[in-house]
């Protein structure tokens, strides 16, 4: 075994550890998802606090929606910025935060390992604006799906977004299990990636939004393929919360979701450069000491339905590959309870 699937490994085994072990659930968490969300609580004892993690130099569609006055008598509390989504949704298992988005297959993981959970808005995704490549160097012979046996692919994170489409793409195009899994993951971070390539540390890395654009306009890469390319426009990523939360503190969970949904629907109403404009005015005016420039490649939402309702096939998809991997067993996940469009004011039927 190479020492970078040695790698791969064990930071898989940590992070299945950490969603499995009793320590990650909240006390008296046990329990049915299902059964957890059935009770409400009288209004004055409801908290009208979320508390979040925030991405450095970005704008969340909650941040947008607290800025655009849209969450009413709800205040956010930002605890930090969030390193990974599989670290974000760990954060609102264990009590630290309120609310924690991620990667669609992550939030499948995570309940699989048994955490009381519940998706509640889209709120990231994929259109032919807002997408993410996996590229090569012009000289490299990496142009199909074969080509990419053995080599090494740099993702931002494991067990998350560009894994699973990456593994999606290679079954598609006939790989078998063993050839899959002989495609070696190496975790680099996002600004990195570009000159990890480049150097030939890599045989391909995955960019998107400013990275992408900037290693395009540098030239000497392409794309061998995108999740675009893959799976069309999609819902890629969710916002959940503890089923104990929701249960506890449903009129601010409404409030939320109600307020953070207008705000992904102005956004896929507005012109781009009036989201832009806004997204750096609220940068510039919460005081963290950071710079503009990611937000400045904004494209759009990619959030496929109005308002971040959640699809179905926006979660099966991601069940059937991860089955048909063994990454999660048969069953262990009911999607009849792991999300929810019911505090969504624009689905037409709240489930």
């Given at each position: 075994?190479?020492?970078?699937l040695?790698?791969?490994?064990?930071?898989?085994?940590l992070?299945?550890?950490?969603?499995?072990g009793?320590?990650?659930?909240?006390?008296?968490a046990?329990?049915t998802?299902?059964?957890?969300?059935?009770?409400?609580?009288?209004?004055s004892?409801?908290?009208?606090?979320?508390?979040?993690?925030?991405?450095?130099?970005?704008?969340?569609?909650?941040?947008?929606?607290?800025?655009?006055g849209?969450?009413g008598?709800?205040?956010?509390?930002?605890?930090?910025?969030?390193?990974?989504?599989?670290q974000?949704?760990?954060?609102?298992?264990?009590?630290?935060?309120?609310?924690?988005?991620?990667?669609?297959?992550?939030?499948?993981r995570?309940?699989a390992a048994?955490?009381?959970?519940?998706?509640v808005?889209g709120?990231y995704?994929?259109?032919?604006?807002?997408?993410?490549?996996y590229?090569?160097?012009?000289?490299?012979?990496?142009?199909?799906?074969?080509d990419?046996?053995?080599?090494?692919v740099g993702v931002?994170?494991l067990?998350?977004?560009?894994?699973?489409v990456?593994?999606?793409?290679?079954?598609?195009?006939?790989?078998?299990?063993?050839e899959?899994?002989?495609?070696?993951?190496?975790?680099?971070?996002?600004?990195s990636?570009?000159?990890?390539?480049?150097?030939?540390?890599?045989d391909?890395?995955?960019?998107?939004g400013i990275?992408?654009?900037?290693?395009?306009?540098?030239?000497?890469?392409?794309?061998?393929?995108?999740d675009?390319?893959?799976?069309?426009?999609?819902?890629?990523?969710?916002?959940?919360m503890?089923?104990?939360?929701?249960?506890?503190?449903?009129?601010?969970?409404?409030?939320?979701?109600?307020?953070?949904?207008?705000?992904?629907?102005?956004?896929?109403?507005?012109?781009?450069d009036?989201?832009?404009?806004?997204m750096?005015?609220?940068?510039?005016?919460?005081?963290?000491?950071?710079?503009?420039d990611?937000?400045?490649y904004?494209?759009?939402?990619?959030?496929?339905?109005?308002?971040?309702?959640?699809?179905?096939a926006?979660?099966?998809?991601?069940?059937?590959r991860l089955?048909?991997?063994?990454?999660?067993t048969?069953?262990a996940?009911?999607?009849?309870?792991?999300?929810?469009?019911?505090?969504?004011?624009?689905?037409?039927?709240?489930?």
């Amino acid at each position: 075994m190479t020492r970078a699937l040695v790698v791969l490994a064990g930071l898989l085994t940590l992070f299945v550890a950490s969603c499995a072990g009793p320590a990650a659930l909240p006390p008296g968490a046990a329990g049915t998802r299902s059964t957890e969300t059935n009770s409400t609580q009288t209004n004055s004892t409801q908290t009208n606090i979320v508390r979040y993690q925030g991405q450095v130099g970005q704008v969340t569609f909650p941040e947008l929606a607290a800025d655009l006055g849209y969450l009413g008598g709800v205040r956010l509390q930002w605890i930090g910025n969030s390193t990974s989504g599989p670290q974000d949704i760990q954060a609102t298992v264990t009590g630290d935060t309120d609310v924690g988005g991620a990667f669609n297959g992550s939030v499948l993981r995570l309940a699989a390992a048994g955490a009381p959970i519940t998706a509640v808005i889209g709120y990231y995704g994929v259109d032919d604006q807002t997408l993410t490549g996996y590229f090569a160097r012009d000289g490299s012979p990496i142009r199909t799906a074969r080509d990419l046996i053995g080599r090494t692919v740099g993702v931002n994170t494991l067990g998350a977004h560009y894994e699973d489409v990456l593994r999606i793409y290679l079954a598609r195009n006939g790989l078998t299990e063993q050839e899959i899994n002989s495609v070696q993951l190496v975790v680099v971070p996002p600004v990195s990636a570009e000159q990890a390539l480049r150097s030939g540390q890599l045989d391909v890395a995955v960019l998107q939004g400013i990275y992408r654009d900037k290693a395009l306009s540098r030239g000497g890469v392409r794309a061998v393929f995108s999740d675009y390319d893959v799976l069309g426009r999609f819902t890629a990523g969710s916002l959940v919360m503890r089923n104990r939360f929701i249960r506890d503190n449903p009129d601010t969970v409404r409030a939320f979701v109600a307020g953070t949904a207008r705000a992904i629907a102005w956004a896929q109403r507005q012109p781009r450069d009036v989201v832009v404009a806004r997204m750096k005015q609220i940068i510039a005016h919460r005081g963290r000491a950071e710079n503009t420039d990611a937000v400045s490649y904004w494209k759009s939402t990619g959030v496929a339905l109005p308002g971040g309702v959640i699809a179905r096939a926006e979660f099966s998809t991601w069940v059937d590959r991860l089955t048909e991997d063994g990454r999660i067993t048969p069953g262990a996940v009911d999607l009849d309870t792991l999300y929810t469009n019911q505090f969504n004011p624009y689905a037409g039927t709240p489930r």
